[in-house]
């Protein structure tokens, strides 16, 4: 495993503990003054940081006592000196203050980071989920593997 590619496994747990201490500052780091994210909910794209901050700091402040624990599967990265990206399925299980699993979805995620000084940042996050056929509502639990 080269550095890019230990750079983004240690970005991707950044992610996760950072969502799971609610902790925009930290969360924010991973991410480029330039980011574009194309998220799963309600808007089109943030343009640039100062816009994403505004959407986490709302995520994570809606979310009261529950907690919210990231798992993702599948990680595939592909990178080389100054660049990588990163594809993988995220799990995002709600907890209440008492441990109780209160929900979870699922969604794809996938990344473009480049480096910015010595350290790979997001430049490009797509988050998405698949549409049913039948009734065009978001499949939000992946079923088996393709």
Not at 12 to 17: A, G, N, P, Q, R
Not at 53 to 69: I, K, P, Q
Not at 100 to 111: D, I, K, P, V
């Amino acid at each position: 495993m080269n550095d890019p590619e230990k750079q983004v496994l240690r970005a991707l747990d950044t992610y996760k503990s950072s969502v799971l201490a609610k902790n925009a500052e930290t969360f924010m780091h991973l991410y480029d003054p330039e980011v574009r994210v194309f998220d799963t909910w309600g808007i089109w794209s943030y343009e640039g940081a100062a816009a994403w901050r505004v959407a986490v700091e709302g995520w994570f402040s809606s979310l009261g006592t529950e907690s919210v624990r990231v798992t993702f599967e599948d990680v595939r990265i592909t990178s080389e000196a100054g660049f990588a990206s990163m594809s993988a399925f995220a799990k995002y299980a709600a907890f209440s203050a008492q441990g109780e699993e209160l929900r979870a979805m699922q969604n794809r995620m996938t990344w473009v980071l480049r480096s910015r000084g010595h350290v790979l940042r997001v430049v490009h996050e797509h988050t998405s989920a698949p549409i049913g056929f039948e009734d065009t509502k978001a499949l939000l639990k992946r079923e088996g593997k393709a």
